[in-house]
């Protein structure tokens, strides 16, 4: 075994590590919120780290470059999708006692146009 398939073999493991515990937080998680913040956070890192070792792995091949804009793109709209999710959440009154201070309560989101 080389040095790059033990690295790859960490960061592929890892990765899915991460997102096993997030798909687990998605279905035992009692709102929307909490279930965001699983769906979010930990599933984002996993994939980066899947795709980590994947491109470690593809060193020097073409289809490097279109890992790292998989990457990218899952950075970018992960953030907003966590936002929205959260918004229409709130919107709809679909949270229960895991929200601890109300900041939306004297500031209303504006209406979507």
Avoid: C, W
């Avoid at 780290?49 to 950075?75: C, E, K, N």
């Avoid at 949270?95 to 601890?100: D, G, M, T, Y």
Wanted: avoid cysteine; charged fraction near 15%.
């Amino acid at each position: 075994m080389t040095v790059v398939d033990i690295i790859t073999s960490i960061l592929v493991l890892g990765g899915s590590a991460l997102a096993l515990t997030a798909a687990i937080g998605v279905v035992r998680f009692p709102d929307t919120l909490t279930r965001m913040h699983a769906a979010s956070k930990p599933q984002v890192l996993g994939l980066l780290l899947v795709l980590a070792g994947a491109a470690v792995r593809l060193s020097g091949h073409p289809d490097v470059g279109m890992i790292i804009l998989a990457g990218l793109f899952t950075i970018i709209t992960a953030p907003v999708v966590a936002n929205r999710v959260g918004q229409l959440a709130y919107r709809e009154q679909n949270v229960q006692e895991s929200v601890i201070a109300d900041e939306l309560k004297h500031n209303p989101l504006p209406d979507p146009e």
